[in-house]
């Protein structure tokens, strides 16, 4: 193979041929060389040892790539191609590929190219090789040098390709010839995503490129500006007469699809526009055969002009055509696009509630799911029963716990949405519950226990049927203790027992609940639920007394004896549990239930007094209530409330103390006793604070206000400037008095003095009101709920995505700057003055030089 | 999957369709902006121009020619968007490199 002349001449060259004859006439080291087609039958016939054979494969490539002949490389490199396809590695071989690339028959360049657009990435190094390479091939003469060298760089341009080559491809864009032009601008998408900046020099020929009498090129730039815009669409708003000139006057399907795409994501921006939109689309649904097309007019349709009823009428009718076609991805699409509708215009699609129903039943897992989330909007009182019974029917039956799953959470979601609006009777959505507990494996354990306690708290006429269940499923135990993993069905029993714990006036038969509690089988539980379990135990048990000391009979002496002696007995099991929280519990109760016999010989009566351990009832707190605590008057949360930081170390050895009182005894934080706490909180802090004063060794460190507000002024503010750094033994901080570290001092300071407030401020909430039947979440009184506070970062785009798309949110309209011109490399003149100027300098990168010419 | 099922699933945050052909099933990647039927449709369009090239294309046609049947992927297609939707055009290149290969 002597001629490495042009593609265009004459050279014998299918490289299986020429790779032979290049083996046999001078290479006679190898003797036995593959071609592809070998290969792949090789690997076919070597089924049972594939492994093998291709590790024998991947020896003798390596080898042929050590040869001279170019056409041997190729061949290597395209069964490498092959190799990499099937998952093997080929990156060791990127400098070799850059061999194959840069020869100059076509045939062998596409090999590499084709190999470089598989395996290269943006990590490779080799890529800065070629840099120089794919520039020459892309402008070179040959129309098809120039499309591979295209087609190539689109997959694996990375940032430094993009910067150097962009310009070289700018000018492509007005190049003679469609086939290039075509291709450089789809390239030059991929630029714009890695080096940003040269969106704004390259777009206005972009925009130029709009207008190109040749339609491949037009829908290439139209395909590229639709991909930037939907990401970015305010910037490209000025584009859209162009656009709706091109959408009425073309016939290309795939274009206009785009097109259309595109204005879905500008008309919400500018409502004129979805008004205009509104006849073109209409005309095109009516005329259009293709269903693609349908589909997305009624895509966009539906994102641009929500509100306008006619056109939602249409869509509708549309979509019900297409739920109703036999074929599952027309049904599936339409269910989806209904679906979008159902936000807007809900009755509308009410209207199709049969059919929708149908499908639930379809075979189709995907259809069965979409239509899963239509019911979801469209249930309401009369059809709950009804469809969760259907519902119910599925979970029996299907198949796949994934489906099953899936099902069991929405039939939840179903039942609990808008506060319950829907549930009529909390009886059989208990009951509905319970059953869900037998479904095997679910992963919504935690949900359906979540359900249980929600429901009877707040619905106290449930509590009676609901603490019969719960007993029940006490008793069943055995069943679900079986399956601990997490989130598993034995969070349930996490939910049992505390409501029967709770509630424990309304269970028929006390003992035998506590007997369930506190059988062996319990340790086998996740140490979460087991901790409820030890706590929940001491309130039955406190409730049992109490009951045994209403009823006044006094021969149950040794009943009672019996029931402390149980007690007594499984609680060093629990003490022996490794989860920290079941210890701490069980050895409280361990605590109290010594003291029990003891009192007793004593003669004092102390079940009432355990029974005002749970007295009080728990009411559940919305979620954001601790934000909507109205500050008190006079109150600023950002004020010093004492001398920093060594009391803050007394203030939380303080605080631990009071917690840990309740070893010996369990004082339980009532509301009278936890103001009581409060007030000695005070009062220490006031003496400390005096005794500082007067303390010669203690410094005071000054305190800047940060808001000059009414009132509090208890903070004396003495200016000190020190020079050192001071350091005064705490705990948890290590003060300095230097400026600036006071500021992050005084946040930390002011978050500690919030955590004070909050804590009193929690009692105020729990003494909020509850309705009769349904008692909502409690806040703070006169706060109003809202909605997503916080929540306002959009969740659709991928990080991976979004990055790079956001750096392109970039405003084309203002004109472009001098010194937003394209990076072109050029030589840089070495002449004597710069020498001289180099040395001193520091080294600058090439573009901030280059920028600017 | 069978027949019975529609052919686009939602993967993480893509979305997969596909097409089965005989033996042979033609899997695609898309956003989930994309429209699907779209892509069905280019799928067929795809299985056609290979068709042509390789007339009555079968699995073995492409594994064995795969670097062949990449070169008329990446004429159709550049960078994800549809670059040349007219199938004689798409193959011209291709024909002429044939040309150039054997002679």
């Not at chain 1, 003797?31 to 016939?45: A, C, Q, T, Y």
């Not at chain 1, 424990?504 to 409820?532: C, T």
């Amino acid at each position: 193979d002597g001629h490495d002349g042009h593609v265009r001449s004459v050279s014998p060259l299918d490289f299986a041929f020429s790779a032979r004859l290049a083996s046999i006439s001078t290479r006679r080291t190898i003797m036995f060389e593959k071609s592809l087609h070998d290969l792949v039958r090789g690997i076919r016939n070597n089924k049972q040892n594939e492994a093998r054979y291709i590790a024998g494969c991947i020896d003798e490539i390596k080898n042929e790539l050590r040869q001279e002949s170019k056409a041997i490389k190729a061949t290597a490199v395209a069964k490498l191609i092959y190799l990499q396809m099937l998952g093997y590695d080929i990156s060791w071989a990127a400098f070799n590929i850059v061999e194959v690339m840069s020869s100059s028959k076509f045939t062998q360049k596409r090999i590499g190219y084709l190999a470089a657009t598989q395996s290269f990435h943006d990590e490779t190094d080799v890529l800065m090789l070629t840099t120089n390479m794919i520039k020459k091939d892309m402008s070179s003469h040959n129309l098809y040098d120039a499309g591979t060298a295209l087609t190539g760089l689109s997959c694996f341009v990375s940032n430094d390709l993009a910067r150097d080559l962009a310009n070289d491809l700018m000018s492509l864009l007005a190049s003679t010839r469609p086939y290039v032009k075509k291709k450089a601008i789809l390239v030059m998408y991929k630029v714009f995503l890695k080096f940003p900046d040269s969106l704004r020099p390259a777009f206005p020929r972009l925009k130029d490129r709009l207008e190109d009498p040749d339609p491949g090129v037009q829908s290439a730039a139209v395909n590229v500006i639709c991909e930037l815009a939907r990401k970015n669409p305010k910037n490209y708003l000025a584009l859209a007469p162009v656009f709706f000139k091109l959408m009425t006057a073309s016939s290309n399907n795939w274009m206009l699809i785009k097109i259309i795409k595109l204005f879905a994501a500008l008309a919400p921006l500018e409502p004129r526009l979805g008004k205009k939109l509104i006849e073109p689309l209409t005309n095109l649904i009516h005329s259009t055969s293709a269903m693609s097309l349908l589909y997305e007019c009624v895509n966009t349709m539906v994102s641009a002009v929500p509100t306008h009823v006619p056109s939602m009428q249409l869509c509708v009718t549309k979509l019900r055509v297409m739920i109703e076609d036999p074929d599952q991805n027309l049904k599936y699409l339409g269910l989806l696009a209904l679906g979008k509708i159902l936000k807007h215009h809900p009755k509308a699609v009410q209207a199709h509630k049969e059919l929708v129903m149908g499908c639930l039943d379809d075979r189709d897992e995907s259809i069965r799911l979409r239509s899963l989330d239509l019911i979801y909007g469209m249930v309401n009182r009369k059809n709950l029963v009804e469809i969760i019974k259907k519902l119910m029917l599925h979970v029996d039956s299907a198949e796949g716990s994934g489906y099953r799953d899936e099902l069991v959470s929405k039939i939840m979601e179903i039942c609990c949405q808008n506060n319950y609006q829907n549930v009529v009777n909390f009886e059989w959505y208990i009951s509905i519950l319970v059953d869900l507990t037998r479904v095997e494996g679910t992963r919504h354990g935690k949900q359906i226990a979540d359900q249980l306690l929600d429901v009877a708290i707040r619905v106290r006429a449930v509590r009676p049927f609901a603490v019969k269940q719960m007993a029940r499923v006490l008793e069943n135990m055995h069943v679900l203790a079986q399956k601990t993993h997490r989130n598993g069905v034995c969070e349930v029993l996490y939910a049992a027992a505390w409501i029967c714990g709770e509630f424990a006036s309304l269970l028929d038969d006390v003992e035998a609940s506590l007997k369930a509690m506190l059988v062996p089988r319990v340790l086998a539980l996740p140490g979460h639920i087991q901790s409820v379990f030890v706590q929940n135990g001491i309130k039955l048990y406190a409730y049992y007394l109490k009951k045994k000391d209403e009823e006044e009979e006094d021969e149950d002496e040794e009943e009672e004896d019996g029931i402390t002696k149980l007690l007594q007995d499984k609680m060093p099991l629990f003490i022996s549990s490794p989860d920290l929280e079941v210890q701490e519990r069980a050895s409280c109760v361990l605590q109290i239930l010594k003291y029990m016999p003891k009192m007793k010989e004593k003669g004092a009566e102390l079940a009432e007094e355990l029974a005002e351990l749970f007295e009080g009832e728990l009411n559940p707190v919305a979620p954001k209530a601790q934000k909507k605590v109205p500050l008190p008057e006079g109150l600023d949360l950002d004020k010093w409330i004492n001398d920093p930081p060594s009391e803050s170390s007394d203030e939380e050895e303080f605080s631990m103390e009071t917690a840990f009182l309740a070893q010996e005894k369990k004082k339980p934080r009532t509301r009278e006793e936890v103001e009581e706490e409060e007030e000695e909180l005070e009062k220490k802090r006031e003496a400390r604070r005096q005794s500082q004063l007067s303390n010669p060794h203690y410094l005071q460190s000054s305190s800047k206000k940060i808001k000059s507000s009414d009132g509090v002024d208890r903070i004396p503010v003495a200016s000190l400037k020190l020079d050192i750094p001071l350091k005064i033994e705490t705990d948890f901080k290590i003060e300095t008095a230097t400026s600036s570290k006071k500021k992050s001092k005084k946040k930390r300071r002011g978050r500690r003095g919030k955590g004070d407030r909050q804590s009193s401020d929690e009692e105020e909430v729990s003494r909020g009101r509850q309705r009769v039947d349904i008692t909502t979440e409690e806040m703070p009184e006169g706060a109003v709920a809202s909605d997503g506070e916080g929540e306002g970062k959009r969740r659709g785009v991928p990080d991976g995505v979004g990055d790079p798309h956001r750096a392109l949110d970039i405003d084309l309209e203002k004109p472009l700057e001098a010194d937003e011109v394209l990076p072109v490399r050029t030589h840089r003149v070495v002449t004597s003055k710069t020498v001289e100027k180099e040395s001193g300098e520091k080294k600058k990168k090439d573009k901030k030089k280059k920028v600017g010419k | 999957r069978n027949e019975n099922q529609c052919s686009f699933m939602e993967y993480r945050t893509m979305k997969v369709v596909y097409r089965k052909y005989a033996s042979l099933y033609f899997i695609l990647g898309v956003d989930s902006d994309e429209n699907e039927l779209a892509v069905l449709e280019f799928i067929h369009h795809i299985v056609e121009t290979l068709d042509q090239y390789f007339e009555n294309v079968c699995e073995l046609d492409i594994m064995f020619n795969i670097d062949r049947a990449h070169m008329i992927l990446d004429e159709t297609i550049a960078n994800g968007q549809i670059c040349e939707s007219n199938r004689t055009r798409a193959l011209a290149p291709i024909a002429m490199i044939e040309k150039a290969a054997t002679k």
